[in-house]
């Protein structure tokens, strides 16, 4: 046990932080470790568990918001903005009713470290190499970056998809596994997924992932983005589908989607991604260019904080815009195809599909 928190402070404290969080709020929360990924260390095989944490409405048709860290090992950071929310959360269930109230009204779903191994070797794929935000059994329609889309040379290099015969790894398929249980059955769902190491600003993405084409939520995605930009004007995100930056084989929130989208196709589901633009983070601070770590992850302490208090806001406003979705997002045939035009507009101005 002392060997074990030794190791944990030193390799993942962001694991040793959680279990701490874990201990504080048990009371508000419903822990689940569906998985164990093993870890060797000294000899031995650390199980390293895979966190499912619950809080929120029981109800089967409560909407659902799910937050993901750490599927990329070495971008901590995703997984410390959900900790400082975790953090934040566990304090106001103290002493805040309103808190309560609106998590009567939703359920919350946090996975917050899904690569472990990755995470205890600083590295982005798990402990086979594998990358895995590439790893669903899932081709990109087209061309993809090469290498960078998912590739299936050799585990040695990087974006490894793992092998071809539909085996996803333990950390993917337990993620889609606790997701799939909790959305599939829901009509209003949300899920985030935080990750650092792309451009300079702050980007709220969604699907497709693996196709250049718009997907069948870009009316809902228009009216969330519309929300969000509407409630917090001075924010400085960048809503936009992923493939507008670049296309990549295997990623899990499509393949979550197109599941999703058969079992309820008159549900809605936005799976988003939050991409932290920590380019920023390097050009203010050109000592991030000497450590690899760096690139993914600030590494003064005010930036640090700064980072972890600022997605505190989108988290909230998440929360409530999962709870209000049927007020807000198109219902009705006519407003969905004005929104659909508009998102058009907007993200595919000179795309065929426009007329
Ligand atoms: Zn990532």
Redesign the pocket.
């Known amino acids: 046990m002392i060997q074990r928190i030794y190791h944990l402070k030193r390799a993942l404290p962001e694991l040793y932080e959680l279990e701490r969080l874990l201990e504080r709020g048990r009371e508000h929360l419903r822990i689940s470790v569906p998985a164990h990924i093993p870890q060797p260390i000294d000899g031995q095989t650390l199980q390293l568990p895979f966190y499912v944490l619950e809080a929120g409405s029981r109800a089967p048709l409560a909407p659902t918001l799910v937050l993901v860290g750490g ?2 090992g070495i ?1 901590r950071i ?1 997984t410390q903005v959900i900790l400082a929310f975790l953090r934040t959360l566990l304090e106001r269930l103290q002493w805040d009713p309103a808190i309560h109230e609106q998590l009567a009204q939703l359920r919350l779903l946090v996975i917050p470290i899904v690569n472990p191994a990755g995470m205890w070797r600083n590295q ?1 794929a798990n402990a086979h190499g594998v990358d895995l ?1 590439r790893n669903a059994p899932l081709d990109a329609c087209g061309k993809t970056a090469w290498l960078v889309g998912g590739q299936r040379i050799s585990r040695h290099l990087p974006w490894y998809r793992g092998r071809k015969d539909g085996h996803m790894e333990l950390e993917s398929q337990t993620l889609v596994d606790v997701v799939s249980s909790a959305i599939f059955s829901q009509p209003h769902c949300i899920s985030l997924d935080c ?3 792309f451009g300079v600003r702050d980007r709220v993405w969604f699907p497709y992932a693996g196709d250049t084409q718009p997907w069948p939520g870009i009316a809902e995605s228009l009216a969330l983005t519309e929300l969000f930009e509407r409630t917090y004007p001075s924010h400085n995100y960048l809503f936009e589908p992923q493939s507008l930056s670049y296309t990549t084989h295997g990623d899990l929130w499509d393949y979550l989607y197109r599941h999703y989208a058969s079992k309820q196709p008159n549900g809605i589901y936005l799976p988003l991604t939050l ?1 932290m633009g920590s380019w920023l983070w390097v050009k203010k601070n050109p000592r991030h260019l000497l450590r690899y770590h760096s690139f ?1 992850n600030p590494i003064m302490p005010h930036r640090q904080q700064r980072i972890q208090r600022r997605h505190l806001l989108l988290f909230d406003f998440l929360m409530s815009a999962v709870r209000s979705m049927p007020t807000w997002a198109p219902s009705d045939l006519q407003h969905k195809q004005h929104c659909h035009r508009q998102a058009l507009q907007r993200w595919y101005p000179h795309e065929a599909w426009q007329v």
């Open positions: 599927v990329h971008e995703g982005r935000m990750h650092s190491g991409e993914f």
